[in-house]
Nanobody, 124 residues
Framework: QVQPVESGGGLVQAGDSLRLSCAAS????????MGWFRQAPGKEREFVAA????????LCADSVKGRFTISRDNAKNTVYLQMNSLKPEDTAVYYC?????????????????WGQGTQVTVSS
């Protein structure tokens, strides 16, 4: 099993940067793809970015491409989401998720373990 725990959310202004972290416990982190999703009030949960195990690459939603970067530090069992040039429409609860396969995916249903989420609020 992999248990993700998010941190790093907060209140920022438009144009600011924020880095989210996801610490994942469990022996299977090394073979797990990790993803970030977000859910704004009244909206469906949507894909943000995902990263596979070494060599499997990354995926990124068009809405954040060029502004957000996903990375992982396997020695620390941690995944990061660097968010730059934040916009008010980025306001949401951000969730970290893990799947028990090394390939990254964009669908929430492909992920098996979820964190509790961290709130990101971007003021205009």
């Amino acid at each position: 099993q992999v248990q993700p725990v998010e941190s790093g959310g907060g209140l920022v202004q438009a144009g600011d940067s924020l880095r989210l972290s996801c610490a994942a416990s469990g022996r299977t982190f090394s073979s797990s793809a990790m993803g970030w999703f977000r859910q704004a009030p009244g909206k469906e949960r949507e894909f943000v970015a995902a990263i596979g195990w070494t060599g499997y690459g990354t995926l990124c939603a068009d809405s954040v491409k060029g502004r957000f970067t996903i990375s992982r530090d396997n020695a620390k069992n941690t995944v990061y989401l660097q968010m730059n040039s934040l916009k008010p429409e980025d306001t949401a609860v951000y969730y970290c998720a893990a799947r028990t396969w090394p390939q990254p995916r964009v669908y929430a249903s492909d992920y098996h373990y979820w964190g509790q989420g961290t709130q990101v609020t971007v003021s205009s």
